[in-house]
């Protein structure tokens, strides 16, 4: 029998909407077990902002931004004794909250907002932090819009809420995106928006009645780089990566060796850290769209960052699997991040791991035995690692895994062990440090 076309069409819209509604009710349920781990893992977490009063905790959230929120905590204590109060710090002069929340990063932008924050929550909401749909939408739509996306601009709306009086995520992306539409409309003139130009992405963050707007410059995480096209099954993410070259006390003349290379994130991070590449410098960020930041702007700090790249460093690098594979897609990723020179990939297995110098680094991701089909190999492969470290000649080890037992089958305690998730697995971070090289005698000038 044939179907009405109309018909025809209603029952895919019909099984449209079931599979979006299939979809979103995944979403949901995926987000609700991500909240029972992190509640079943830190019981008793809570938030590591010092503050009586929202007004505060917005300022210090602002403050937080690439800096520690033990820092934070002692350098408000300074502020919000000489200003009190969201009238006191409305009055401020921005020059005069850098000079106390300078120790923070970033003085005079962070000034600069907590002024401008302080000066409408007085002036529109009376000194205090908007907490109903009403009071997001004045608080969304008081924002100059119109002075960021263009008329055509794409603008999708995604966020969060935690602990607070507004806690419907879908209801708040409503809301302020109805805030942005009227503004735009208003700002431009306009009573369209097609939505077909450069995509401008808005992210709000809801906490404890505090609401902090935001743009995302970033697009893609900032854990791809732009050099990694291709990697190895369960590779580690390039942040992770640098974090822990960083913890691995990488200099510009390190030798470093990875027995367990894979696609050779740790290495190539390591080697870009030692000539100083700035990272992300070969990957293309979501604010280079926007109409508000010149092109010469990135250009000009493209240009400085790349003139602060060392080339003439002593680092060196060995890196190796028993994955041939592996070792290509290596030698192919460092030569994207350009430090192919400075790196050696080979096909080798860790029993045959060794160097005839002294004070390198080990720094490895071994394999953690995720699969119950391999979790018996590791003792006797966590071993061998242990006995060709203790070969090596005053070396340092530095290794990411989640194989619990890995200490036992090391053969030895590390001097410090860190928790770090890598995504949503709990590992740990080995550090064993070995002795520090003589120092250099100083050149006569």
Not at 56 to 65: E, I, K, N, P, T
Not at 102 to 119: E, H, Q, T, V, W
Not at 380 to 403: K, P
Request: proline share 5%.
């Amino acid at each position: 029998m044939l179907v009405p076309f109309q018909s025809r069409i209603e029952g895919e819209r019909m099984r449209g909407k079931t599979a979006a509604a299939e979809d979103l009710t995944a979403k949901k349920e995926l987000a609700l077990e991500v909240i029972r781990r992190l509640k079943a893992e830190y019981p008793d977490a809570g938030c590591t902002l010092d503050y009586d009063h929202a007004w505060q905790l917005l300022v210090s959230v602002r403050l937080a931004a690439q800096c520690t929120d033990a820092r934070v905590n002692v350098v408000v204590q300074d502020l919000f004794e000489k200003y009190p109060s969201v009238a006191a710090l409305a009055e401020a002069e921005p020059e005069d909250i850098e000079a106390i929340v300078k120790p923070c990063g970033l003085g005079r932008s962070k000034a600069r907002d907590i002024s401008a924050c302080m000066r409408r929550l007085r002036d529109d909401y009376g000194c205090k932090v908007p907490t109903t749909f009403d009071e997001l939408f004045d608080g969304v739509y008081s924002i100059h819009w119109e002075e960021l996306l263009p008329a055509d601009a794409a603008f999708p709306v995604t966020g969060s809420s935690l602990n607070s009086q507004l806690s419907s995520v879908p209801a708040c992306q409503s809301i302020i995106k109805k805030a942005v539409v009227k503004r735009l409309m208003q700002g431009h003139r306009t009573t369209s928006l097609p939505e077909t130009g450069a995509e401008y992405k808005i992210r709000f963050m809801l906490r404890k009645n505090v609401c902090e707007i935001m743009l995302d410059t970033t697009g893609d995480g900032l854990h791809k780089r732009g050099y990694r096209r291709n990697s190895m099954e369960a590779p580690i993410r390039e942040t992770l990566a640098a974090t822990i070259a960083d913890l691995g006390r990488v200099r510009r003349d390190s030798l470093v060796e990875d027995p367990f290379c894979g696609s050779g994130t740790l290495l190539i991070e390591a080697a870009q850290k030692a000539m100083n590449i700035a990272p992300g410098l070969k990957r293309r960020f979501a604010a280079e769209r926007y109409s508000f930041v010149p092109a010469a702007v990135w250009a000009e700090q493209r240009q400085k960052a790349l003139s602060e790249s060392k080339l003439d460093v002593g680092f060196e690098a060995f890196g190796y699997d028993i994955d041939p594979a592996a070792v290509a897609l290596a030698n192919a990723n460092a030569k994207l991040a350009g430090v192919d020179h400075l790196i050696h990939f080979q096909q080798r297995p860790v029993a045959e791991l060794s160097h005839p110098k002294k004070y390198g680094f080990l720094i490895t991701n071994p394999p953690y035995g995720e699969r119950l089909e391999d979790k018996k190999d590791l003792p006797a492969l966590y071993q061998t690692l242990g006995e060709r470290y203790r070969a090596l000649d005053s070396w340092s080890m530095y290794l990411i895994t989640s194989y619990e037992d890995a200490e036992r089958y090391l053969g030895k305690k590390a001097d410090k062990n860190r928790k770090i998730y890598n995504g949503m697995l709990k590992t740990y971070f080995y550090q064993y440090a070995g002795p520090k090289p003589p120092r250099r005698e100083k050149e006569q000038k």
